[in-house]
């Protein structure tokens, strides 16, 4: 059973940056076969994809973050990263990482409690 924690969330003025993180409690090769997704949820809305990174680093945006989030991992660390810049007020959200085995096209099958980001002035 794969448990993620994210952390990082929290209060951002508009054009601010936040670095979000989530740790998933693996053996270290078995987070290196994993790919990792960021989701979120706004109020009223659908959960949508943000950002995906498979075991071998290639990475995929939403159009509305693209050239402002960034997902990286430490694979060191078993930790994924979404590094967020210029953020907006419609950024707001519960942020969810997610986690699968392998690069298949499979549902991802842990999830993370999530982060609230909130940006507003």
């Known amino acids: 059973q794969v448990q993620l924690t994210e952390s990082g969330g929290g209060l951002v003025q508009p054009g601010g940056s936040l670095r979000l993180s989530c740790a998933a409690s693996v053996s270290i090769l078995r987070f290196r076969a994993t790919a990792m997704a960021w989701y979120r949820q706004a109020p009223g809305k659908q959960r949508e994809l943000v950002a995906t990174?498979?075991?071998?680093?290639?990475?995929n945006y939403a159009d509305s973050v693209k050239g402002r989030f960034t997902i990286s991992r430490d694979n060191a660390k078993n930790t994924v990263y979404l590094q967020m810049n210029n953020l907006k007020p419609e950024d707001t959200a519960v942020y969810y990482c997610?986690?699968?085995?392998?690069?298949?096209?499979?549902?991802?099958?842990?999830w993370g409690q999530g982060t609230q980001v909130t940006v507003s002035s």
């Open positions: 990174i498979t075991s071998g680093y290639s990475t």
């Open positions: 997610a986690s699968k085995l392998g690069d298949s096209k499979t549902e991802y099958d842990a």
